[in-house]
């Protein structure tokens, strides 16, 4: 049997006009916002939302006046479709110029918007043991990612993964040298699909706090910053449900500056001969990570909660303590392939879980 992750087609405009199909993780954040109480247009709060990362990035903005709200709108609208072109990991542009460059050995000058975002890739990739390898972006192609609608199968060869494993891609691969890089391993292709939001989410934050607007929440896909509060209340959000279709895990308040990044096997994935074959690829098998359904990261830093929740989630429900120990993680939520959950006490202590029967296990990391 083979069907996909697409089960919706709604059409709605990108930014630039151009028709796009809906995917079920979008409608969830489309659910996601409806849930936030206060949602409604007020003469102090202003919402937009945008299409970029293939994605839907929702914009709340509080306590700010129209004309502050749509130039902060207008500019950060042009600073992610920028990210999204610098950034994009297989259409033309300056992140795919620098893999073809990566891919010759040679010595080369980066582009200066990419080279902050190589050395953020290299340190997380080496705190997470390489669990999150920006560098494994040949395999991910392999496996059919790098397009927009998810592949249909059958899976790649043995043969094909194996190939492409024995050449150990790896961020420690490149060396540096001012705005010089080269790659000692031609095998590396990078790509920055589980940090990129994180990073251009701080980034819109920051701007935002910049312009004097103190109380906003920016969600892309379920994944999101928060400055300041809702009111006189934290922001409040849901976590999805990794295997209810539109259902919540659990309700979170997400205090000041705080990020929250969550990496489920159900956002792109596809089913072949029963079996599902997601987006998180384990760098160790080069297959998708198997033990986990979703991992939620709490974390001050959005590029670090996005590249966590995604290292976690292949260490899986036997080794996320080590990395989350080596990260000073304090609040880790993974759900495991039987859907036992497991928490960390500091998660336990701020998260409401929807399912009363379904009792977490809390475990200091
Ligand atoms: P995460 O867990 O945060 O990341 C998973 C993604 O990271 C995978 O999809 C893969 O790309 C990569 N990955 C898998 N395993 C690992 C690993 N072990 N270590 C490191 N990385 C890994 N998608 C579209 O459909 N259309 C687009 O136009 C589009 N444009 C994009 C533009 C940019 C600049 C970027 C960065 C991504 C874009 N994507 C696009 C990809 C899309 O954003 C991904 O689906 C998304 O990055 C996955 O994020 P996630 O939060 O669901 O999962
Ligand atoms: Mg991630």
């Not at 392999?142 to 961020?171: C, F, N, V």
């Not at 990078?190 to 969600?219: C, E, P, S, T, W």
Request: charged share 25%; with cysteine; net charge neutral.
């Amino acid at each position: 049997m083979i069907s996909s992750s697409i089960r919706h087609r709604d059409n709605v405009g990108s930014p630039s006009g151009e028709p796009v199909r809906l995917k079920p993780h979008l409608l969830f954040l489309l659910f996601v916002i409806l849930l936030t109480p206060g949602c409604q247009q007020t003469p102090h709060e202003y919402k937009r939302t945008l299409l970029v990362f293939g994605t839907l990035v929702n914009i709340t903005l509080r306590d700010v006046d129209e004309e502050l709200a749509q130039k902060s709108f207008e500019q950060i609208r042009q600073d992610l479709e920028l990210m999204h072109f610098l950034w994009h990991p297989w259409k033309r542009g300056p992140l795919g110029r620098t893999n073809a460059l990566l891919a010759t050995g040679g010595w080369f000058s980066v582009n200066v918007s990419v080279l902050p975002v190589i050395e953020k890739g290299r340190d997380l990739a080496r705190i997470t043991n390489n669990l999150f390898n920006p560098a494994i972006g040949k395999l991910i192609a392999l496996w059919g990612y790098h397009q927009d609608e998810p592949p249909t199968g059958p899976p790649p060869s043995k043969e094909a993964i194996e190939q492409l494993l024995a050449q150990h891609p790896r961020m420690s691969d490149i060396e540096f040298d001012g705005l010089r890089i080269r790659s000692r391993n031609p095998a590396v292709q990078l790509d920055f699909g589980a940090m990129a939001k994180g990073l251009a989410i701080d980034r819109v934050i920051d701007y935002l706090r910049r312009q004097g607007i103190h109380n906003a929440i920016v969600n892309a896909g379920g994944d999101l910053k928060v400055t300041g509060s809702h009111g006189d209340r934290p922001w409040r959000i849901g976590i999805r449900h990794p295997r209810k279709q539109d259902g919540v895990l659990a309700a979170l308040d997400v205090n000041d500056g705080e990020s929250v990044f969550t990496s489920g096997d159900y956002e792109r994935f596809y089913e072949y001969e029963g079996r599902r074959y997601h987006h998180i690829i384990d760098p160790r098998t080069g297959y998708p990570a198997d033990q986990t359904t979703s991992v939620t990261v709490i974390h001050t830093n959005a590029a670090t909660a996005d590249a966590a929740a995604t290292a976690l989630f292949v260490a899986g429900p036997d080794g996320w303590q080590a990395i989350a120990r080596k990260m000073q993680l304090r609040y880790v939520m993974l759900v495991d392939k039987n859907g036992r959950i497991i928490m960390t006490p500091a998660m336990a202590k701020r998260i409401a879980l929807t399912e009363i029967d379904n009792k977490p296990v809390v475990i200091e990391p």
